[in-house]
């Protein structure tokens, strides 16, 4: 069981930063470089090329804690080669020990609105694992392939189209909830149709996913909470029934014994 008050800590604490090449100091680089061999190369017994020459000019997001400034997830995102052509997000990580806390999801909601902003009306490219398709059917990603095999990994290209005019970028869906809301969005207090709206909301928002796993985590330890609390009392109730009875025993015991010693 995941501790809920660490990983809504972690969550405030990550702290992202887009960077270029250039920006990147000796031991930042280094850090980062280590951490995608491990990853993609160790990890994946993968025997690839990964200093591949894209970095000079690619988009770099790195992800660190405030209180260490341990760097904890990466990506980076490579301009499309020409008019027309799609950016593309790589070398996605989360460091083995932080995984399953919600920092790969936003580190991919952040790159999709850094494309937004710097490549408007291009669409994003990803060649991922088979088993993550679906991670990335959930920002609207298709797959532009059939699975194939690589150095013994199953792959899968995918694709997210982008606007083609600024008239046909679509409004937002709605807007950001108050935390008033948003915490009824986390807790159920919703209809159907606004869970729809406002799940859809959270891809396209960054600060709103943030603030609704923490929500959601707060809401899971109150709950956990209640359970427990439920579980003692039953405990308590039964402890003393016993205590009761008992008691009760020993009274009759003694009553029998008196007269026993009586006869």
Same mark, same amino acid.
């Given at each position: 069981?995941?501790?809920?008050?660490?990983?809504?800590?972690?969550?405030?604490?990550?702290?992202?930063?887009?960077?270029?090449?250039?920006?990147?100091?000796?031991?930042?680089?280094?850090?980062?470089?280590?951490?995608?061999?491990?990853?993609?190369?160790?990890?994946?017994?993968? #025997?690839?090329?990964?200093?591949? %020459?894209?970095?000079?000019?690619?988009?770099? @997001?790195?992800?660190?804690? !405030? $209180?260490?400034? =341990?760097?904890?997830?990466?990506?980076?995102? #490579?301009?499309?080669?020409?008019? %027309?052509?799609?950016?593309?997000?790589?070398? @996605?990580?989360?460091?083995? !020990? $932080?995984?399953? =806390?919600?920092?790969?999801?936003?580190?991919?909601?952040?790159?999709?609105?850094?494309?937004?902003?710097?490549?408007?009306?291009?669409?994003?490219?990803?060649?991922?694992?088979?088993?993550?398709?679906?991670?990335?059917?959930?920002?609207?990603?298709?797959?532009?392939?059939?699975?194939?095999?690589?150095?013994?990994?199953?792959?899968?290209?995918?694709?997210?189209?982008?606007?083609?005019?600024?008239?046909?970028?679509?409004?937002?869906?709605?807007?950001?909830?108050?935390?008033?809301?948003?915490?009824?969005?986390?807790?159920?207090?919703?209809?159907?149709?606004?869970?729809?709206?406002?799940?859809?909301?959270?891809?396209?928002?960054?600060?709103?996913?943030?603030?609704?796993?923490?929500?959601?985590?707060?809401?899971?330890?109150?709950?956990?909470?209640?359970?427990?609390?439920?579980?003692?009392?039953?405990?308590?109730?039964?402890?003393?029934?016993?205590?009761?009875?008992?008691?009760?025993?020993?009274?009759?015991?003694?009553?029998?014994?008196?007269?026993?010693?009586?006869?």
């Amino acid at each position: 069981m995941y501790d809920l008050n660490k990983l809504k800590q972690d969550m405030n604490e990550i702290t992202c930063r887009w960077t270029t090449f250039n920006d990147l100091d000796v031991d930042l680089l280094y850090e980062v470089l280590q951490l995608r061999q491990e990853v993609f190369i160790v990890e994946q017994s993968c #025997v690839v090329l990964d200093a591949d %020459g894209l970095d000079r000019n690619a988009h770099h @997001l790195i992800a660190r804690f !405030k $209180h260490d400034q =341990k760097v904890c997830a990466y990506l980076r995102v #490579v301009p499309p080669k020409r008019e %027309g052509d799609g950016a593309v997000i790589e070398r @996605l990580f989360v460091c083995k !020990k $932080h995984r399953r =806390k919600g920092f790969g999801r936003q580190l991919m909601l952040e790159a999709l609105k850094r494309i937004e902003d710097v490549f408007p009306g291009h669409p994003v490219k990803i060649i991922t694992q088979s088993d993550m398709q679906r991670f990335y059917e959930t920002f609207d990603f298709k797959a532009s392939s059939e699975p194939y095999d690589k150095d013994g990994v199953e792959y899968i290209a995918m694709v997210k189209e982008g606007a083609t005019s600024p008239d046909s970028v679509p409004e937002k869906d709605m807007q950001c909830p108050d935390s008033s809301r948003m915490t009824d969005f986390a807790e159920g207090y919703c209809t159907d149709q606004e869970k729809e709206e406002f799940l859809q909301h959270i891809k396209n928002c960054p600060d709103c996913y943030k603030k609704y796993v923490s929500l959601m985590m707060f809401s899971m330890k109150e709950k956990s909470e209640k359970e427990h609390g439920k579980i003692a009392s039953l405990f308590r109730s039964r402890f003393n029934l016993l205590l009761f009875c008992g008691g009760l025993l020993a009274v009759v015991l003694a009553g029998w014994w008196g007269l026993i010693r009586n006869m």
